[in-house]
């Protein structure tokens, strides 16, 4: 089947639902089609109702000439706010020549007999005047320059329509939306960038512990088990006395121990894959299975030491291989990068495993700018939409990262992290406004946050990712 195809690989901009992103005073806007299709995204972003939704990519069949349309941008219920109603087609053209509104209108006529299209929009950035003789060729399609779209959906964004938006800015309560139906809305969205662009994701010590591996405190603890004077009973006053810091605390402990690094780490093996325990969980397999699915999927970053991830995708036919100091690339295999270092099940041919564990470790890779950790993150937040699973983001270098990719980075992108709806707080008002300011906070370093049930298990959270599964279905 032949395919007429118009939509544009224009970049997406880093945040959801900020209206500073719509700034109508940036004369880049009107340059090119690149540059106006991403503001016009944006710009649906903030303005599409509860339900409403946009397609970059939409293959539209024409019966009548046996082939395929795909508009640059499709709404299939509409936008409101901008009073389109029903299946709506904006098609963005850099020059509006004479024969455009023929060829577009003949389209148009075609997918209203088929009953596909109700509205079509043209947005254009130059015109001839002869090309403008006939406004609204057939019932339903606009004509409008650039700069008149964006005044007018700039005054559309100050009035708060579109049910998400104005949800976002406060009004949550007024029109009666529940967190649980925003974050679908936004989890819509973070979907749509996963089967559209490549993605990475990061794993943190959540994926780990969900197949029972001990947190960092309790590895910790059990580190403390061989000391002679100071032990495993002693690690909540150890613990205190070192601020609450994990490094600190781990810091202490490799001196307290005085054992090298190598002994350290045969102590992690053991606590890390105890022989009596099957470790696998509902999370792991269901990241597995995107991973397995999903071509767009580039790598995973995993802040963790344990190759369960490797172990899972091995047990089922994906070739990967792990990446940490020095090791090599295995072309046509699936690459999980350990940044903070690697334990083995075993090592019986002596590979380096060089973890980060101990406060001086971490200040070593946080010093070395061009340390292969932090390139490898830097290239992944620069050029992907990454998504944060299991991490709690209190690792001052991820954050450092993430606002270096802010201000650094010439193609924005979107990113998205699961967190557990969960406050230290009491009282719906001080709860709500608890979320917004943790929302408020991720979103500066360009992150959306995606919440789920907080529970000791985290169940929600693989059935949320279930839900990426469905993509290309």
């Given at each position: ?19 500073s ?31 409403e ?19 640059t941008?499709?709404?299939p ?71 008149s ?6 005054e ?7 049910g ?75 613990f ?31 606590l890390?894959y ?36 490797e172990?899972c ?51 070593r ?24 699973i299991?991490?709690?983001?209190n ?33 719906l008002e ?8 943790r ?27 279930k ?7």
């Amino acid at each position: 089947m032949c395919i007429i195809k118009t939509s544009m690989g224009y970049n997406r901009k880093n945040v959801l639902f900020d209206l500073s992103i719509v700034d109508v005073d940036n004369e880049q806007i009107t340059q090119n089609e690149i540059s106006l299709g991403r503001w016009i995204v944006d710009a649906l972003t903030l303005l599409l109702s509860l339900g409403e939704s946009y397609d970059l990519a939409k293959e539209i069949p024409i019966k009548q000439l046996g082939y395929s349309f795909i508009p640059t941008i499709y709404l299939p219920k509409g936008c409101d706010a901008l009073d389109f109603q029903g299946s709506t087609i904006i098609e963005i053209r850099n020059n509006l020549l004479f024969d455009t509104e023929i060829r577009q209108s003949e389209i148009y006529r075609l997918l209203v007999d088929d009953g596909v299209i109700k509205n079509l929009l043209i947005v254009y950035i130059n015109s001839t005047q002869h090309s403008l003789q006939n406004n609204n060729i057939l019932g339903r399609i606009r004509l409008i320059d650039a700069s008149s779209f964006i005044i007018q959906a700039k005054e559309a964004i100050n009035e708060g329509r579109g049910g998400v938006n104005a949800a976002l800015r406060g009004e949550k309560q007024k029109q009666n939306i529940s967190w649980e139906c925003i974050r679908d809305e936004r989890l819509k969205i973070a979907i749509n960038d996963f089967s559209r662009y490549d993605s990475v994701i990061f794993a943190g010590a959540g994926v780990s512990a969900s197949a029972k591996i001990p947190d960092w405190q309790t590895l910790l603890k059990n580190l403390l088990a061989g000391g002679t004077i100071i032990t495993s009973d002693d690690f909540d006053s150890v613990f205190k006395s070192m601020d609450s810091s994990n490094l600190l605390a781990a810091r202490y402990i490799e001196k307290s121990l005085n054992a090298d690094k190598k002994t350290i780490v045969d102590k992690i093996r053991q606590l890390l894959y105890p022989s009596d325990v099957t470790l696998e969980s509902y999370l792991i397999t269901t990241i597995c299975e995107l991973i397995i699915k999903q071509k767009n999927l580039r790598c995973v970053i995993t802040y963790n030491y344990d190759t369960l991830i490797e172990d899972c995708l091995k047990a089922k036919g994906k070739p990967c291989f792990s990446v940490y100091k020095n090791s090599r690339d295995e072309s046509n295999s699936f690459p999980v990068y350990h940044v903070h270092g690697i334990v083995f099940r075993e090592n019986e041919s002596g590979l380096s495993e060089d973890i980060v564990l101990t406060e001086d470790d971490y200040h070593r890779v946080y010093s070395e700018v061009f340390d292969w950790s932090n390139v490898e993150q830097l290239h992944a937040l620069t050029r992907c939409t990454c998504f944060f699973i299991g991490l709690s983001l209190n690792d001052p270098n991820l954050r450092r990262l993430l606002e270096i990719a802010q201000r650094g980075s010439s193609k924005s992108v979107r990113h998205y992290v699961f967190l557990e709806r969960k406050s230290e707080y009491d009282g719906l008002e001080k709860v709500e406004k608890d979320f917004q300011t943790r929302e408020d906070m991720f979103a500066d370093l360009g992150l959306n946050v995606i919440w789920y049930k907080g529970d000791d298990n985290h169940k929600e959270l693989p059935i949320l990712l279930k839900r990426f599964l469905t993509v290309n279905e």
